[in-house]
């Protein structure tokens, strides 16, 4: 083929027609194009009807040659087969990406050992986002692209102009082929046998002693939606990188607040997390007895906000509307406008959000009345009764430091501790300074009173009290959602959709052409299909048989390769 | 026919070669979004201990150092001293350095700051936005950001007084 190319043959036809080079058969009128071709008596290839491809030119240049490279099939094929190579790879250790909390630098060795290291050291450990793999994928699909235009234009043009009259050595050579005299004058049989044909839902087209008839045109445009719909799948899974497309994260709910979604104008409120566990009976046979605790449900009752005003100032309160409310389930997301969050997780353990202590007379047991304190960004001062009191220090995590200065030794309110200037009737002109630890393990452990008689040199005649549970505001447990946004998703269903719709017509259609001409008294005739050969034979036998000639099915078969 | 053949094939090729560039860079580049040195610094929306509200373009045209800390967080408290005497060394040779508190109480905050004397600029990331788009795992993580907004160098760890000052001349000179 390329030798032909090379040699600058002469690609006119003895018909006249002057076709492109790289044609194998004539555009206008079917006949073979090379001599050695039109000596065999071989079936014809007639892949694009002869057509030349696009990329198939006299002198390539450059940009010829990179178009070439892509519009070869062989090509896309070793493409194909290298991305699935690449895709296997990357499934022997788990991604980087279906973790949380890892440093990938240290968890594959640690993990997995040596394989893992030089895994992580490959740049497996994120396959999927490589740039080998990435490049793999655009050359795919650029492939597509060009494989496409370079067969879809020849394609469309050839049979769009189909000239009715065709060689006979086109007809001769087809895989389907009849040859035998007719009674008829030759107009008028192919008059007869075009209503026949028609009847079969062919499309007919005559022009004197010759006649073409066409059905199911469109099949052959499966391959090429196949191929549009396979480019909008993979350009929406590009877009997801895009901002605003795509979000995926993972975000803690302590019940009863309400936090903000990061990236988004959208708040949620954990109003309540309930987990319900399988009973012992309920559990498989192996696990009963065993003390295993199964969770059978986890539900999270949530609430969506949107932000309104004052969203993107840090020093104003935002002000929020309630947009939806969800029972958020496994497998049952809230969804809201293409926000979802989907239960991902939970932890049980309780937080302390805020204590109502009571401000007490050691001696007389006298209440002087309550305040509110808040664990998270207390107010600073408060009135109790004829006492005033002052916030100086708060520490989350409660500590002491080499000096025996108290410290917070984390962010954590696991041990808050709270450091109060008191001053009111009965106390010293500057005030008590007062630590209060408000659970009371930590009272304990820290001992509250001695250090409070320490720093002011002997006890202190007032107490905070945080008098019952009814006081004390905890948040029960914490929920971990998964908030994701995928707005490129409607492509990638839009995409499969057209792949879908092209599989259906290049599946369940097949493009099935009939050509004849009488010369003489004598039929000829031809046909193509591009696939189920055994329908078209057993059809022209149909129609045959109408026309009084008497044709075994079989016979019909002029050899060639059956598909 | 020819002439606009050959302009299509281009126009195609091009469009290839962009999307195609496009994808491997986010992909490659942007492992989890997280900023690396070379890539613009993320924009941030702060409460500062000023009260007011403060932007990463505000310091546009100024080499900027950030540090991320926390007062529960021993070399954080460290290396404060070393922070401030930078601050007051560069500062009117348009160098800023701002901290980032990483999530903790204004009052805890404030207190801490008076304790120290420090003196430079100070925010507060309560929702730890900052921190998640800076993508900050240990603390303290200094960033040192160029006048073009570009991320210079990010230190992991404490900083001496020398270092800093080096970071700092080479940002400065960048």
């Given at each position: 083929?390329?030798?032909?190319?090379?040699?600058?043959?002469?690609t006119k036809c003895e018909c006249g027609h002057q076709n492109p080079v790289g044609t194998v058969l004539c555009e206008a009128c079917g006949r073979p194009l090379e001599?050695?071709?039109?000596?065999?008596?071989?079936?014809?290839?007639?892949?694009?009807?002869?057509?030349?491809?696009?990329?198939?030119?006299?002198?390539?240049?450059?940009?010829?040659?990179?178009?070439?490279?892509?519009?070869?099939?062989?090509?896309?094929?070793?493409?194909?087969?290298?991305?699935?190579?690449?895709?296997?790879?990357?499934?022997?250790?788990?991604?980087?990406?279906?973790?949380?909390?890892?440093?990938?630098?240290?968890?594959?060795?640690?993990?997995?050992?040596?394989?893992?290291?030089?895994?992580?050291?490959?740049?497996?450990?994120?396959?999927?986002?490589?740039?080998?793999?990435?490049?793999?994928?655009?050359?795919?699909?650029?492939?597509?692209?060009?494989?496409?235009?370079?067969?879809?234009?020849?394609?469309?043009?050839?049979?769009?102009?189909?000239?009715?009259?065709?060689?006979?050595?086109?007809?001769?050579?087809?895989?389907?082929?009849?040859?035998?005299?007719?009674?008829?004058?030759?107009?008028?049989?192919?008059?007869?046998?075009?209503?026949?044909?028609?009847?079969?839902?062919?499309?007919?087209?005559?022009?004197?002693?010759?006649?073409?008839?066409?059905?199911?045109?469109?099949?052959?445009?499966?391959?090429?939606?196949?191929?549009?719909?396979?480019?909008?799948?993979?350009?929406?899974?590009?877009?997801?990188?895009?901002?605003?497309?795509?979000?995926?994260?993972?975000?803690?709910?302590?019940?009863?607040?309400?936090?903000?979604?990061?990236?988004?104008?959208?708040?949620?409120?954990?109003?309540?997390?309930?987990?319900?566990?399988?009973?012992?009976?309920?559990?498989?046979?192996?696990?009963?007895?065993?003390?295993?605790?199964?969770?059978?449900?986890?539900?999270?009752?949530?609430?969506?906000?949107?932000?309104?005003?004052?969203?993107?100032?840090?020093?104003?309160?935002?002000?929020?509307?309630?947009?939806?409310?969800?029972?958020?389930?496994?497998?049952?997301?809230?969804?809201?406008?293409?926000?979802?969050?989907?239960?991902?997780?939970?932890?049980?353990?309780?937080?302390?959000?805020?204590?109502?202590?009571?401000?007490?007379?050691?001696?007389?047991?006298?209440?002087?009345?309550?305040?509110?304190?808040?664990?998270?960004?207390?107010?600073?001062?408060?009135?109790v009764g004829p006492y005033s009191l002052e916030l100086k220090e708060k520490y989350n995590d409660f500590g002491l430091d080499e000096n025996g200065q108290p410290v917070?030794?984390?962010?954590?309110?696991?041990?808050?501790?709270?450091?109060?200037?008191?001053?009111?009737?009965?106390?010293?002109?500057?005030?008590?300074?007062?630590?209060?630890?408000?659970?009371?393990?930590?009272?304990?452990?820290?001992?509250?009173?001695?250090?409070?008689?320490?720093?002011?040199?002997?006890?202190?005649?007032?107490?905070?009290?945080?008098?019952?549970?009814?006081?004390?505001?905890?948040?029960?447990?914490?929920?971990?959602?998964?908030?994701?946004?995928?707005?490129?998703?409607?492509?990638?269903?839009?995409?499969?959709?057209?792949?879908?719709?092209?599989?259906?017509?290049?599946?369940?259609?097949?493009?099935?052409?009939?050509?004849?001409?009488?010369?003489?008294?004598?039929?000829?005739?031809?046909?193509?299909?591009?696939?189920?050969?055994?329908?078209?034979?057993?059809?022209?036998?149909?129609?045959?048989?109408?026309?009084?000639?008497?044709?075994?099915?079989?016979?019909?078969?002029?050899?060639?390769?059956?598909? | 026919?020819?002439?606009?053949?050959?302009?299509?094939?281009?126009?195609?090729?091009?469009?290839?070669?962009?999307?195609?560039?496009?994808?491997?860079?986010?992909?490659?580049s942007g492992s989890n979004g997280k900023p690396t040195e070379g890539s613009k610094a993320p924009n941030f929306d702060l409460l500062g201990l000023d009260g007011k509200?403060?932007?990463?373009?505000?310091?546009?045209?100024?080499?900027?150092?950030?540090?991320?800390?926390?007062?529960?967080?021993?070399?954080?408290?460290?290396?404060?001293?070393?922070?401030?005497?930078?601050?007051?060394?560069?500062?009117?040779?348009?160098?800023?350095?701002?901290?980032?508190?990483?999530?903790?109480?204004?009052?805890?905050?404030?207190?801490?700051?008076?304790?120290?004397?420090?003196?430079?600029?100070?925010?507060?990331?309560?929702?730890?936005?900052?921190?998640?788009?800076?993508?900050?795992?240990?603390?303290?993580?200094?960033?040192?950001?160029?006048?073009?907004?570009?991320?210079?160098?990010?230190?992991?760890?404490?900083?001496?007084?020398?270092?800093?000052?080096?970071?700092?001349?080479?940002?400065?000179?960048?």
């Amino acid at each position: 083929m390329m030798k032909e190319v090379i040699a600058f043959k002469n690609t006119k036809c003895e018909c006249g027609h002057q076709n492109p080079v790289g044609t194998v058969l004539c555009e206008a009128c079917g006949r073979p194009l090379e001599e050695q071709d039109r000596e065999s008596n071989e079936v014809l290839e007639m892949r694009y009807d002869g057509m030349a491809r696009r990329s198939q030119r006299a002198n390539p240049n450059f940009i010829d040659r990179i178009w070439n490279f892509f519009s070869s099939v062989k090509i896309a094929v070793y493409m194909i087969i290298l991305t699935l190579l690449g895709s296997m790879l990357g499934t022997i250790f788990p991604q980087e990406n279906t973790f949380l909390n890892i440093d990938p630098s240290t968890y594959y060795k640690e993990t997995y050992g040596t394989a893992g290291w030089i895994y992580y050291k490959l740049g497996l450990s994120h396959t999927y986002e490589s740039w080998w793999f990435v490049l793999l994928l655009v050359m795919i699909g650029a492939s597509l692209v060009i494989c496409s235009l370079d067969r879809v234009l020849p394609l469309y043009k050839a049979l769009t102009k189909q000239r009715i009259l065709k060689h006979k050595q086109f007809l001769t050579r087809q895989r389907v082929v009849y040859q035998g005299p007719v009674e008829l004058e030759s107009k008028e049989w192919v008059e007869q046998a075009s209503v026949h044909i028609k009847k079969r839902g062919y499309r007919v087209h005559t022009l004197d002693n010759a006649l073409l008839a066409e059905k199911y045109r469109f099949s052959r445009w499966g391959p090429y939606v196949i191929h549009i719909g396979l480019i909008i799948f993979l350009l929406a899974v590009l877009a997801r990188g895009l901002p605003g497309l795509h979000m995926d994260q993972h975000v803690a709910f302590p019940e009863g607040e309400i936090k903000h979604i990061p990236n988004t104008s959208y708040y949620l409120k954990n109003e309540k997390f309930t987990v319900e566990y399988y009973s012992e009976q309920d559990l498989p046979k192996e696990f009963q007895g065993k003390n295993k605790v199964l969770p059978k449900l986890f539900k999270t009752q949530a609430t969506l906000y949107e932000c309104t005003a004052n969203c993107n100032d840090p020093s104003k309160q935002p002000t929020l509307k309630a947009v939806d409310h969800h029972n958020i389930e496994v497998n049952d997301p809230m969804d809201y406008k293409g926000l979802k969050a989907y239960q991902f997780d939970y932890d049980l353990t309780p937080v302390l959000r805020s204590v109502k202590p009571s401000l007490v007379d050691k001696k007389t047991g006298k209440d002087y009345g309550t305040f509110q304190l808040k664990i998270k960004d207390p107010e600073r001062n408060y009135k109790v009764g004829p006492y005033s009191l002052e916030l100086k220090e708060k520490y989350n995590d409660f500590g002491l430091d080499e000096n025996g200065q108290p410290v917070t030794k984390t962010p954590n309110p696991n041990a808050p501790a709270f450091l109060f200037l008191i001053k009111g009737p009965n106390l010293p002109a500057e005030g008590v300074h007062y630590f209060y630890f408000p659970k009371q393990v930590d009272k304990e452990r820290f001992q509250q009173d001695a250090i409070n008689a320490k720093m002011n040199g002997g006890s202190v005649p007032l107490e905070l009290d945080v008098k019952g549970m009814g006081n004390v505001d905890l948040s029960m447990s914490t929920t971990y959602l998964n908030i994701r946004v995928d707005k490129a998703m409607p492509f990638v269903w839009v995409g499969a959709a057209i792949v879908m719709l092209g599989l259906v017509l290049g599946f369940y259609w097949q493009h099935r052409r009939i050509w004849l001409r009488i010369d003489d008294g004598n039929l000829t005739l031809g046909a193509h299909t591009n696939k189920n050969w055994f329908g078209i034979r057993r059809e022209i036998a149909a129609i045959l048989r109408k026309m009084n000639l008497e044709v075994d099915e079989k016979s019909l078969d002029n050899g060639g390769n059956h598909s | 026919m020819g002439k606009s053949r050959k302009k299509v094939q281009i126009i195609i090729l091009l469009l290839i070669v962009i999307l195609g560039g496009y994808a491997i860079t986010t992909q490659v580049s942007g492992s989890n979004g997280k900023p690396t040195e070379g890539s613009k610094a993320p924009n941030f929306d702060l409460l500062g201990l000023d009260g007011k509200v403060h932007t990463l373009d505000e310091y546009k045209g100024k080499a900027l150092v950030v540090n991320f800390w926390g007062t529960w967080c021993e070399p954080c408290v460290k290396e404060m001293p070393a922070l401030q005497a930078q601050y007051d060394k560069w500062k009117d040779k348009d160098v800023v350095i701002v901290g980032i508190n990483a999530g903790e109480d204004k009052m805890a905050v404030e207190n801490f700051v008076k304790q120290v004397h420090v003196s430079f600029p100070v925010m507060l990331d309560p929702e730890k936005d900052a921190i998640q788009s800076y993508g900050i795992s240990p603390l303290p993580t200094t960033f040192f950001v160029s006048p073009n907004g570009k991320i210079n160098k990010i230190h992991l760890g404490q900083l001496d007084l020398q270092t800093l000052d080096q970071q700092i001349e080479e940002l400065v000179n960048s």
